[in-house]
């Protein structure tokens, strides 16, 4: 069912043909909305403008910011009593970013994951584990409808009690496993402490943060899996953009779903094949929430074509962010936001650090901030309280669990300029 050999493999001149015809219905489809009915009138763009896919390049970009200023609906292309469920991502004010879905939008993303895990040698036969959150966060679920698409025993672990976890992996032989790779790592000491091995374990699916070959080569070695990369973004569907197949040498996105682009993200203009850039994607095959020309914000470039698997052209392993987003555990994290929740707390200051590691493969992240002069008075009992509330307040904001460490007045640095506040420690593993 999901090896759909002619749609997956369609020659060049085919897929243009069928980019440009779903690109059109798009286009249709984003006058439902009053920003894009704005946008494309500004720019003097109709739909008679696009002749040629190359004419995208007159529609002007969206970013995310533009659909955080939609907060909630904004961006709904059909009434909400057609979205019949309701994603979101996180936002660096407080508000998060709104993504709905229509039925068909969920078949067609729960279709291109099972497209992605056909494509690895996966069948109805697998045992597979979803080791990752279910809340609000889009690979959850993603990951869950498609696995059941083709019909896999799923279970929906989530995420945390890393000892039952494996437990079920053995008790359930399960096959395949999904989670952010530093939480395999994870898995990987834990099964090592207990002294328990993962014999039925075939399959790794990690995404969610970035990741390097040689962190693959440890999974690989310590859970006795062959590794896969995944990579996809709630705005566009979810996990199930773009896949590595069996090659494993960049990550197969499906063009007859999205017009992918590659731009210099200072000019924002296409750079030439191979040039690493940031990741421009239009979906074509979305009804509640289509998008033009999404800037990602991720980094990466468009790989010749010529896969072993006949299959279409592929993006590069993402190797960063062209804006300050951080990937902490899965979730996107904002220095913006930190900030934000500091300066509602009127007992620290506006001056604050940020520090990421990997501690045992997992991600940590520390905040230290400033103690306002005019609250500080040394004493414990009222700094430990101070410290439970901006653990709490950060807590409730980013949905991670954060270390907090107040400093005293004047000791933390002062930038010229532009301040990074960000110090990632995580470095290449």
Known sequence: MFWDKKMETLKRGDLQELQLKRLKKTLNQVQKVEFYRKLLKDAGVKNSSIKTLDDITKIPFTKKQDLRNGYPFGFFAVPLKDVVRIHTTSGTTGKPTVVGYTRKDLETWSDLIGRNMTMVGIT????????????MFTGGLGFHYGAEKIGMTVIPSATGNTKRQIEMINDFGVTTIHCTPSYAMHLSEVAEEMGTELKSLKTGLFGAEPWSESIRTTLEKRLGVIAYDSYGLSELFGPGVAFECKERDGLHIWHDSYLVEIIDPETGEQVSNGERGELVVTPLVKEAMPLLRYRTGDVTLLM?????????KKIARITGRSDDMLVIRGINVFPSQIEHVLLKIPEVGNQFMVYIDRINHLDEMTVEVEINREFFSGELSDLARLQKKVVKELRDTLELRTTVRLVEPGTLPRFEGKAKRVIDRRGAI
């Open 304 to 312: 010749e074509d010529g896969c072993l698997c006949r299959r279409g």
């Open 124 to 135: 109805r036969n697998d045992v597979f584990q979803n080791m990752v959150n279910y809340g």
